[in-house]
T-cell receptor
């Protein structure tokens, strides 16, 4: 089945620890994205990547890092520098390339809770 | 002003009724628009894409008014299963990024 997978579904972390969220897609999409969603707020873009080995900061990149070594994978690291990391993290992918039909498809999300 | 603005609701609508949401956008360079549906504690799922003046899919109709910079979503003969949050989404120039509204919460009442 084609799709986007994220793991784990729930993640608990102690303050001061770094944690890496996994995102994998087998849709052959060029572009991948990371968002966070907080209650009562829309999705906010953290990082995005239009092609392998390239990525750009989104609107709220501080305290996060990413890599794009493979087309299928776009892991997100939440570092200890992120002041308020508890949130619902969503990964998405799209055909990319600035196409007009650039719909994004989402993985099931990871809920991160900092204890 | 937010790039994409939606009435947060909630909209409480009886089953079988017609309901309409509006969404305004500020970036006149936005080329494409989308409506996503998000169920509680789930990921957003694409409902409709809007590239020209509008789109229709069964009970759902989306319309785009570029002159007034708004997009609407109409749901006819609403079902209990339509209860969800509906996200209005626009693209930036170049279609690299999406900008999400905060969503409109809809509850269909039996």
């Amino acid at each position: 089945d084609g799709g986007i997978t994220q793991s784990p579904k729930y993640l608990f972390r102690k303050e001061g620890q770094n944690v890496t969220l996994s995102c994998e897609q087998n849709l052959n999409h060029d572009a991948m994205y990371w968002y966070r969603q907080d209650p009562g707020q829309g999705l906010r873009l953290i990082y995005y990547s239009q092609i392998v080995n390239d990525f750009q900061k989104g609107d709220i990149a501080e305290g996060y890092s990413v890599s794009r070594e493979k087309k299928e994978s776009f892991p997100l690291t939440v570092t200890s520098a992120q002041k308020n990391p508890t949130a619902f993290y969503l990964c998405a992918s799209s055909l990319g390339g600035g196409r007009w039909n650039n719909e994004q498809f989402f993985g099931p999300g990871t809920r991160l809770t900092v204890l | 002003r937010k790039e994409v603005e939606q009435d947060p609701g909630p909209f409480n609508v009886p089953e079988g009724a017609t309901v309409a949401f509006n969404c305004t956008y500020s970036n006149s360079a936005s080329q494409s628009f989308f409506w996503y549906r998000q169920d509680c504690r789930k990921e957003p799922k694409l409902l409709m894409s809007v590239y020209s003046s509008g789109n229709e899919d069964g009970r759902f109709t989306a319309q785009l008014n570029r002159a007034s910079q708004y997009i609407s979503l109409l749901i006819r003969d609403s079902k209990l299963s339509d209860s969800a949050t509906y996200l209005c989404v626009g693209t930036n120039f170049g279609n690299e990024k999406l900008t999400f509204g905060t969503g409109t919460r809809l509850t269909i009442i039996p």
